[in-house]
């Protein structure tokens, strides 16, 4: 089993009237070597002490892709499904309650204004919602990070979640 993903985290407080802090963003890359177990154990681990550090209200995952167009493949969508739910036990474990999955779509449509962004305007169009600049990570040569996108989708699926909240009136 491979792991191909970097995991976006964010902490976001928001308030009913649509009021959003970014509390907290970054990045957890799970291990790439060793037994394909204690590799999710170390995930587990790792989710388990932000949600320690942190304590959440409410907790939201993007939900796996079963296929994407060019880029799925049975290895990978395993790897994937294995790792996005390793993340929600580790969630439930903690909290005793599961996380809210949302998927792509709905995570776009919820943070869209007039157009529902594409992968690579996901950080303009969360910087806009939280009105803040996107907190770029650079490398040595100046150029963003591929990582800067995995905290992009975690910072929209916290404000697609809040977003959905505030619209049904405080229940999601």
């Known amino acids: 089993m491979l792991f191909l993903s970097t995991i976006g985290i964010c ?11 970014l509390v907290h963003y970054s990045y957890y890359k799970p291990p790439k ?9 170390v995930t587990k681990s790792t989710i388990e002490n932000i949600i320690e550090n942190y304590n959440p209200n409410f907790i939201a995952l ?41 998927n792509v779509l709905t995570v776009r449509h919820a943070i869209k204004e007039n157009e529902v962004p594409d992968k690579e305007q996901i950080p303009e169009f ?7 600049q996107f907190p770029w990570i650079l490398n040595s040569k100046n ?16 404000l697609a979640y809040a977003c959905l909240t505030i619209k049904n009136g405080g229940i999601f």
């Not at 994937?80 to 969630?91: C, E, H, I, K, S």
């Not at 969360?126 to 803040?132: F, M, P, R, T, Y």
């Not at 150029?143 to 916290?158: K, L, R, T």
């Open 62 to 102: 993007e939900d796996i892709i079963l296929f994407m167009k060019g880029r799925s493949t049975a290895k990978t969508t395993t790897s994937l499904a294995a790792l996005n739910r390793t993340v929600g036990l580790a969630v439930y474990e903690k909290t005793r309650k599961p996380p809210t999955l949302l």
């Open 143 to 158: 150029n963003p990070i591929p990582e800067n996108y995995d905290i992009a989708d975690g910072m929209a699926v916290a």
């Open 11 to 21: 902490v976001l407080d928001f308030t009913i009237d649509g009021y959003f802090n």
């Open 126 to 132: 969360v910087a806009k919602k939280l009105n803040i």
């Open 33 to 41: 070597k060793g037994h394909p177990i204690e590799k999710l154990a």
